[in-house]
């Protein structure tokens, strides 16, 4: 299907190349009623509140919401999945929209985002989100997630010392990563193998036509790390 017209960003650093897309909709399915008013707040309230720069405004869609979206074909359709970091909510919020029959844990510890994120969910509507003020690796013990997820958080020798022990057996770490993360897997691996974290790839994802694939890099958890 050859790319739809999109509108000229010009010099108005706010007007989203995708806004008025019709494929957005399309993409989102179920989701979009959610989705669009999440984007709306963003866009109203995002820079005000310190959560996304000036120039990321009229980029939201690529750059933060599909990339988002991009992970999750990787998650379950049910259970839980516990999102680190969240920050503004991305990709939690998302991920939510997304799986409905999902329980989304959005985890942060800075209690301005932590607030915002409430504001989100009571917002877009969505019943199917938790809002917890931790740091990940404060909830060691207190949650067993199918998947959990991670955005911008930390290097993954960081990430997986903080999350592994979140994730049940046969659970997945998902970590939505830049343009260095083979590299970065690569030297993750002991860290891995410690924390009981197997089978690390690289995917790169994609959404929509035109948009950049976003890289997620996915690690299992094989089995419990021994006790020393």
């Not at 509108?7 to 706010?14: E, F, M, N, P, V």
């Not at 897309?21 to 866009?43: C, I, N, S, T």
């Not at 959990?148 to 770490?173: F, I, N």
């Amino acid at each position: 299907m050859p790319d739809l017209p999109r509108a000229d960003i010009a010099s108005d650093l706010l007007l989203d190349p995708w806004e008025g897309d019709p494929r957005l909709a399309a993409f989102f399915g179920g989701a979009w009623d959610a989705v669009e008013m999440f984007h709306r707040l963003l866009v109203d309230e995002g820079e005000l509140r310190g959560l996304v720069g000036p120039r990321e405004v009229g980029r939201l869609w690529e750059r933060h919401l599909l990339n988002s979206a991009a992970v999750v074909p990787f998650l379950p359709e049910t259970g839980l999945i516990v999102d680190v970091g969240s920050g503004a909510g991305l990709p939690g919020i998302v991920i939510a929209a997304m799986r409905p029959r999902a329980e989304v844990v959005l985890v942060e510890p800075m209690e301005r985002r932590v607030a915002w994120l409430h504001d989100a969910v009571e917002r877009t509507g969505l019943t199917n989100v938790e809002v917890r003020r931790a740091r990940a690796q404060e909830l060691d013990g207190a949650l067993e997630a199918d998947a959990v997820t991670a955005r911008a958080v930390a290097p993954l020798e960081k990430l997986y010392r903080w999350t592994a022990p979140l994730v049940r057996d046969g659970g997945s770490v998902l970590a939505m990563k830049g343009a260095r993360a083979a590299e970065e897997l690569a030297a993750a691996a002991q860290v891995m193998r410690s924390v009981g974290l197997i089978d690390g790839q690289v995917h790169e994802a994609s959404t929509i036509d035109g948009t950049e694939p976003t890289r997620v890099v996915s690690a299992v958890r094989g089995r419990s790390p021994r006790v020393r």
